[in-house]
Every structure is written in C-alpha cells, then in structure tokens.
C-alpha cells in the first residue's frame, strides 16, 4: 500500500495542474466510498459502473478544465486511500485501476460498530484535507483552490451527517469548501431514514459549530442516479458572483430600470468537447466541422446518411434544453440521376409527411447508426435527432444530446403563485415593450459590419509596407558606413527572412547624416516619390532597384 501511494504520488506532481480560466474555482474532489457489509453487496456494482462511466467521460473531455483534481478513500474493514489526488483530463488509465480495485473489496463481513465506522470515517476527511494542503503546497496551483468532499454510503444519512458534524467540529477546515453525504437507497429502504424525535439540543449546537455547509442528498441505487451525482461536478462551481443581468424597461412609476440577476447553467456536455469520437451529431460547432476534405476525400461523394424513425414525439413533450448545433433544413431531394416518376412520389411523400406532422402538432425521434465499429472494439456511437416540421412545408433536423452528455438540471416548477408586487413590477416592464407576433430576423441588426470594419482598419497590415534590413539601422554620427559593409548589408536583406518582419521606423526617429542637411518635411503615405528622386533617394536607399521593389510590393499588399 505504501509503495503504490508512492508512486500514485510522484506521478500526479511530475506534471503541473492546468485551471482554466473559464472555470476559476473548480474545486479538487475528494471521494469517500462505505464500502461496508451488507449494504456494499447491493451498491458495489452500481455504484463502480456509474463512477467507471463517469470519468471515462470526465477524463476524455477537451476544453477548460472542469475537475482538476480527484482523490478516491474506501472505507471497510480499516481506512484505505485508494487514489491519492491525481489529474483526472488524459488520466483513465489510472482511474479505472483505481474503480476496479474499489469493485474488488469484499462485500460479506461483519462491522465492528457504528461508532469504528464513524471515527474512520472522520480520519477519512481529516486525512484528505492535510494530503490536499500538502499537495497544493508543492505545486504552483494556488493559494485560493477549495477541495469539496462528497461521501457516498448506504447507511442513514441523516445520522452520518451528525456524526460528521460532532466528529469536525474540532478539526483544520479552512481548505473545505462543502462536504456532501450521499446516501444510496435500495426499494423499500426510504422510510428508514425519517427525521430522530430524540434529537437533543446538544447536537443541534454541534451542527452549529462546524463552519462547512453539510448537505444531505438521497439517491436511488441506479447508475443512471449515481452518474447525476457525479455529472454535478462537471458544472461551473464559482458562485461568487452573478453570470447575468437581464435589464427590463422601467415601469410606468419608475425611472429605473429593472435588474433581474441570474446565474447560467449548462443544460449537456457538447460533443465538440470529446475529440477523436465518431459521428455524435451534427458536427456544426466548431471551425474544423468547416474544412475542406483531403485530396483524396475529395475525389468520393460524401457517404448517404440513413435516419431511421423510432418513436413520434408530442411537440409540447420536447424541451428545447437538450437540443444543441445548429438546425438543417431539410427538403426534398432534386437529384438529377432520379427519373421524373420518382421525384413526384418522393414529393408527394415529403408533403404528406410535413402536413401530417405540422396538422397533428408532432415530431419525430430518429437514430443514426453507426456505420462501422470504432477501432476500440466497441459497438460505435449511436446518435439521435429531433425531426420538426415548418409551416413552409419543409423539416427542422435537430441534433438531441444523449443520456451520456446530459448534466443535472433540477429546475423544478413551482405550484406557488409569484408574490403581487413581483408580478405588478413585471407586468408594468413588459407593456413598455413592442409586441409582435413574428419573428423577422431582418429586423435584427447585429453592428456585426461596422464592428468587422472599424477591426479591419485598427488591425497593422500582415507585411511593413516599407523592408528594411537589420544592419541598416539609424545613423546617429557623420559618418558614413564603408561602401563594404553597405553591399554586405543590402546582400544579407535580399537574402535574409527575418528583413520581412521588421517593422518601419516612424519618420521623426530617423536621423539623416550631417552633410546631407536637416530631414526633408513629413510626406503623407501616397507621395512615393519622393523616396525615389534625388540624392535622398540614394542615401536612404543604396540599392535602386531595391527601394523601388519595395513600394512595389506596398502596393500589391494595400
């Protein structure tokens, strides 16, 4: 055990932990599994397969980094630290040794006492909080990273909070940023964690005392349920100040405006996120979903794609939130290798389709399948769409997320009204407001041009309108250079890259030899030539033929 934390430990600080900017304060994660009988033989295997999909995930994802740090303890017959922290991005390998060796610890046995568990239990979250405190002391990845535990057990929560509470209120919890206590329930096991009438005072003062918000949070025991648990760590966790101010119009006895303050949320995981995987949908979101195909690919028409329909939807039973990319329009085929008989009844196929759906407020689920068997050996990526039909007989193609990318959402709706001053102010910013009953996307104007425009003037030209060459540097004395050391420089700029990149000097930097009198008046840039006449010509530019190719090109590149 001591040899495998060693090694555990050297790798995960050979390399340094990346924070994104986008998400600041992510916090490292630390899990606490009870692996203790009888209950780990009911919740071993749902909760290794959910944890072992999660972070084949988790550790595939590209982009900013959302979980930078992950430590795993299990907890049975003694205390064991099964994952000191370690980086979770490019990382499965480790981390699924570390869910196997989880899946193999014995689920028969006896305890040896509530109160044996609950004091492993403490060492467990002390323990992880100095290994985290270590870790970020030898590493540059801050002084303001939080940790946040999470425990997950099959024994009433409510009573593993208290004892939590009672067991750290004495401890170091400053790097703590939330301990969550996860507790699995098999059918028929809800009703044994009711709320203890003999709750004294004494305790509620200890749960007062801990300085660390304890949360409490009953799942069932599915993989699909234990994934929400972990997906939740995938989301933004700042919270220390609002994403979003939605500004209304000020009501009729009000000159201020309103300010609605909200916070984001992202509703799935995009597929842009995941490199490298088959064909998850509509590849429209980022700038290598437009490139052109290879030489080779070229020569070959794209492959047929085939949806196949498995379910009809209600329009009213689809929420917009777990649609993503952008729509295709979809329209009947005008494929000239079809004869004309063929092209009407495919006409009158799409028509009917359209009018049926769009009368009978309807869509229709499709699947992708795919069309070979990834590398990996496994059965490819299965993709769905959303099919919706327009008013202009045509279809919508939607690309829908999957179970697998999906992220908690517990946006619950309300069965109480909103308060009446609330409504009154909401209703008063409203009727300020144009009402339309269509949406016409030519009445929206983005300053895109202008933006584009003012950018395109205030940005510096790919290439200096005017070359010069390292050695012909600014002459301060009276001297001039030997006629040598002028040919070897005008040699060394003709043949030389790095002449491209250097910048014009600004015309009041330049100083002009003493014989050849004060500087001539500032010209504008279209007077070009001036710099081609004259024995000013010659001094500023030994080599003609040069100083002439060079207002050639400034041209060109104008």
């Known amino acids: 055990m001591d040899n495998r934390k060693r090694a555990a430990a050297s790798s995960s600080s050979a390399s340094l932990v990346f924070w994104s900017s986008s998400f600041p304060r992510q916090p490292a994660r630390v899990l606490i599994v009870e692996a203790l009988p009888p209950w780990w033989s009911e919740t071993c295997t749902v909760l290794c397969d959910a944890l072992d999909n999660f972070l084949s995930l988790a550790s ?146 200890d749960s007062l005392m801990l300085g660390t918000e304890v949360d409490l949070q009953q799942v069932e025991n599915s993989v699909f349920a234990i994934e929400t648990v972990f997906k939740a760590w995938l989301q933004e966790q700042g919270g220390d100040r609002e994403h979003l101010h939605l500004l209304l119009p000020s009501p009729v006895d009000n000159l201020v405006p309103v300010c609605v303050k909200c916070d984001m949320q992202e509703r799935m995981i995009s597929p842009a996120l995941i490199p490298l995987t088959p064909n998850l949908g509509v590849k429209t979101e980022t700038i290598r979903d437009f490139l052109p195909g290879t030489k080779g690919s070229a020569k070959q028409s794209p492959a047929l794609q085939t949806l196949k329909a498995i379910k009809v939807l209600h329009a009213d039973g689809v929420c917009e939130s777990v649609l993503y990319g952008l729509p295709l329009v979809i329209r009947p085929t005008t494929c000239w290798q079809l004869d004309w008989d063929e092209m009407e009844t ?37 993709s769905h769409y959303i099919l919706q039909p327009s008013s202009s007989l045509s279809l919508l193609l939607k690309p829908v997320v999957s179970r697998e990318l999906l992220l908690p959402c517990s946006q619950l709706s309300s069965s109480q009204d909103p308060a009446y001053h609330a409504m009154q102010t909401i209703q008063s910013c409203l009727t300020q407001l144009d009402e339309e009953f269509v949406l016409n996307p030519l009445s929206l104007s983005s300053n895109l041009y202008q933006h584009l425009k003012s950018r395109g003037l205030l940005s510096q030209p790919r290439y200096p309108y005017r070359l010069q060459s390292p050695l012909e540097a600014p002459k301060s004395t009276g001297s001039r250079q030997p006629r040598q050391l002028q040919n070897h420089g005008r040699q060394l700029g003709m043949n030389s890259k790095v002449r491209a990149t250097v910048a014009p000097l600004p015309s009041s930097s330049i100083s002009f030899s003493s014989s050849l009198g004060p500087p001539p008046a500032k010209a504008s840039r279209p007077a070009l030539s001036f710099l081609s006449s004259g024995s000013s010509s010659r001094a500023l530019a030994p080599n003609r033929q040069e100083e002439n190719d060079d207002d050639n090109n400034s041209v060109l590149i104008q």
């Open 346 to 382: 495919n006409q009158n196929l799409f028509d009917a389709l359209c009018h049926t759906l769009k009368s009978r407020d309807l869509f229709l689920l499709l699947q992708v399948e795919p069309a070979q068997k990834s590398a990996a050996g496994g059965s490819g990526v299965y």
């Open 60 to 205: 595939s994802l590209d982009g900013p980094c959302r979980i930078p740090l992950l430590s795993l303890y299990a907890i049975s017959r003694q205390r064991e630290c099964l994952l000191p922290f370690v980086q979770v991005r490019g990382n499965f390998a480790r981390l699924h040794s570390c869910v196997e060796e989880l899946r193999s610890i014995p689920s028969e046995g006896c305890i040896r006492g509530a109160a044996r568990g609950a004091d492993l239990l403490r060492q467990a979250v002390l323990d992880s909080l100095q290994q985290f405190k270590q870790y970020i002391r030898h590493t540059s990845a801050g002084n303001n990273i939080s940790v946040e535990v999470t425990v997950v057990t099959s024994q009433p929560g409510r009573g593993v909070v208290r004892q939590l509470e009672v067991g750290l209120k004495d401890g170091d919890l400053v790097s703590l940023k939330r301990l969550l206590v996860v507790q699995i329930y098999c059918a028929g096991d809800w009703v044994q964690d009711a709320p203890s009438p003999e709750a004294t005072p004494t305790e509620a003062e």
